[in-house]
């Protein structure tokens, strides 16, 4: 019995050392071409990235989007792109001859062969002779790969095969760039755009010697014990010129290969855009939103979320010049809805449109006075009493955001007229049911984003234009939504309402039916549209932020231009009864006497400034000045206007100076001029030595 079990002993050690002979005698024999594997572009086509990303304006990332049920894989990666010391580490770790052989390196195969007889002898693993060429082969066709514990003859004279054919249609550079990219390392992370980033938290491009050397080692056993890879990467280093010491290698091996390989956290910094626009595994878009805005955006729309009291929100901010959307983000929560894009029929939102109109129209003024609770039908009188009533101007009921303005508006408008001067500023808005002006106006529903564009075109002179979002495809689309004299009143109109040396034009509305308060403002540079939830605090927290989104933006100007375009012209006006002050107005030319409104109790009545001081036919004896013959007269008008100056004489004199202006013996003529030059009023005086 003992010498049979030692026969049988020995013919079981016996058998790994003849097929490693074998191995090595039948691929020296019988290694011929093959076909069957991809073309190398074919191959890097194949192997887009599994996320889906959001490029800003500039290039930077904003959003990544998993789409790729397979699981997530980073972008391949050119070799021209890599440290140089990524592929010398690989070569020196697996392939030392890669650039002399053709696909199989005999010299190794010789080695390996002798070698094995050794290993199998004493029970040892058996070591391999693979090339880089023979591992890309073995990557690209899962038949061609060596399981463990079955390296046939066969498969190590087919991985061979293939090499061959591979070494014959790919170049050298090609086989090791796809080698990089496809080979695995530790943790299932596969090639080195992953590894890199999942090891050491970096590109492929800022890999030092160090970290190359650690990946090389991996190869062999991507999941091996720490101290086995740092022995192995220090055992390669002694083959590459100028590599680190082992203790430097160790320093960056321990800590990496210590914890988990994780790829890096996605960036997720638009995520409503992203799910709006991304659709598919490996797509990649660059849209108009800035990345450091959109962040900036970002933050304020969470902060204000988080304050007490304030509802969700949702921001969207345009560049007027443009027509660029800079900034979209749909809620704090990048998992909730879009709330730029929730369609809200907004009571008031659309006032300062439908103000415009009226004014090109030449319906109303700025000044015409409205009985504003009777034609809004607001019942706010005792039981069995007529509703109590209050007059303001246009300009007023816009400032205080009056409920009833838009049932005027609408009534003043006409719904056909309303409903198709709101197309133009791009609302979906249906045609009313009768042909009638009668039928009161319903507003549309209307998103975030309708309603920042609407009032860009209000800003920004009257014009409407499709907006931009995706990089280099900007619609060119534009239209004339309203007269530039127009556009400019109304925009006045809703500036006059704010305070601060920022002044954005602001109006704001309340959703029907709902709790969401959405606010729309813009000044020269940026218009920002936001919706806020919680009631009254809501409405706080809206208006707040939209003065935030554009308090901060770089190099901001005045909110409106400094001179009225032509066509528009600046008058004092005031009431009888007196219930607004007496102010300076703009009006469309024209329109200074329109005593259009919708008050049956008040007229608004054009003041034109006089001459207080000095009185028409008036002698003034004054002192003479500095030994000279001759006085300082210092004149009133009333009404105080602004733009107004004083001509003595036919020469304009500064109406900033406060000590008057001389006058010589004599008689004078003094003249008040209006903003455009015109004469307001006119005395003549004369002026006597005591």
Avoid at 260 to 272: E, F, I, K, M, T
């Amino acid at each position: 019995m003992r010498p049979a079990r030692r026969y049988g002993c020995r013919c079981v050690r016996l058998r790994p050392v003849l097929a490693a002979v074998l191995t090595g005698a039948a691929l020296a024999a019988r290694v011929a071409g093959a076909g069957g594997l991809p073309a190398f572009e074919e191959l890097r086509a194949s192997q887009a990235p599994s996320d889906s990303v959001l490029l800003d304006r500039n290039g930077a990332t904003l959003s990544e989007v998993e789409l790729d049920p397979r699981g997530r894989r980073l972008g391949w990666v050119p070799l021209a792109e890599l440290s140089p010391a990524v592929p010398a580490a690989l070569l020196a770790a697996e392939d030392r001859r890669f650039l002399e052989h053709a696909g199989v390196d005999w010299q190794a195969l010789a080695g390996a062969m002798w070698d094995n007889l050794r290993r199998a002898a004493e029970g040892r693993r058996l070591r391999g002779a693979s090339t880089l060429s023979m591992q890309v082969a073995a990557l690209l066709d899962p038949a061609l790969r060596l399981r463990a514990g079955s390296r046939t003859l066969a498969q190590k004279w087919d991985q061979a095969r293939a090499a061959q054919e591979l070494e014959r249609t790919w170049t050298k550079s090609q086989i090791l760039e796809a080698y990089v990219n496809l080979a695995t390392f530790r943790g299932g992370l596969r090639g080195v755009h992953e590894a890199a980033q999942g090891l050491f938290g970096r590109h492929p491009a800022e890999l030092g010697a160090a970290e190359s050397l650690v990946l090389g080692a991996l190869l062999r056993g991507p999941d091996a014990a720490p101290e086995v890879v740092v022995r192995r990467a220090c055992a390669v280093a002694a083959s590459v010129a100028a590599a680190p010491r082992c203790a430097a290698i160790r320093d960056i091996a321990m800590p990496a290969l210590s914890r988990p390989a994780r790829l890096p956290p996605r960036r997720n910094d638009a995520p409503h855009l992203a799910r709006l626009l991304l659709h598919g595994p490996g797509e990649q878009l660059t849209v108009t939103v800035d990345a450091a805005t959109q962040r900036q955006l970002r933050d304020l729309v969470t902060a204000a979320t988080d304050s007490a009291g304030a509802g969700a929100l949702a921001a969207v901010l345009l560049d007027n010049a443009s027509g660029d959307v800079l900034g979209w983000v749909g809620a704090a929560d990048p998992d909730a809805a879009d709330g730029v894009l929730r369609p809200r029929v907004v009571d008031g939102a659309l006032d300062p449109l439908l103000a415009a109109v009226a004014l090109e129209l030449r319906l109303l003024t700025a000044a015409s006075p409205l009985d504003l609770a009777r034609v809004g039908g607001e019942e706010t009188g005792a039981a069995g009493a007529p509703p109590a009533m209050r007059t303001a101007s246009l300009r007023q009921a816009l400032v205080e955001e009056a409920p009833e303005l838009s049932g005027i508006l609408g009534r003043v408008n006409g719904a056909a007229i309303s409903a198709e001067r709101l197309r133009l500023f791009g609302f979906d808005v249906a045609p009313p049911t009768q042909a009638s002006p009668g039928p009161a106006f319903e507003p549309p529903a209307v998103t975030l984003v309708e309603l920042a564009n609407a009032y860009r075109a209000l800003g920004g002179g009257g014009e409407w234009r499709a907006l931009g979002l995706l990089r280099g495809t900007a619609a060119t689309e534009r239209r004339r939504a309203l007269h530039a004299e127009a556009a400019f009143v109304a925009a006045d109109m809703l500036v006059a309402r704010m305070a601060g040396n920022d002044r954005p034009a602001l109006h704001c509305g309340v959703e029907r039916g709902g709790t969401d308060a959405v606010c729309a403002a813009f000044n020269e540079r940026y218009t920002v549209a936001v919706a806020a939830g919680a009631g009254a605090s809501g409405r706080a927290s809206a208006e707040a932020l939209a003065r935030r989104v554009l308090h901060p933006m770089p190099e901001l100007p005045p909110a409106m231009p400094a001179r009225a375009p032509a066509g528009v012209t600046a008058r004092m006006v005031g009431y009888d009864p007196p219930v607004e002050g007496t102010r300076r107005e703009w009006f469309l030319a024209g329109t200074e006497t329109l005593q259009a409104g919708l008050s049956e109790t008040t007229r608004a009545v054009v003041v034109s400034p006089r001459i207080q001081y000095p009185a028409d036919g008036e002698v003034l004896a004054l002192p003479s000045i500095g030994g000279r013959e001759a006085g300082r007269v210092v004149p009133r008008a009333g009404p105080e206007a602004g733009g107004t100056q004083w001509r003595l004489d036919g020469a304009v004199v500064s109406s900033a100076q406060r000590r008057g202006f001389a006058a010589t013996p004599g008689r004078h003529r003094l003249e008040l001029l209006g903003s455009s030059g015109e004469v307001l009023d006119a005395v003549r005086f004369e002026v006597v030595l005591p």
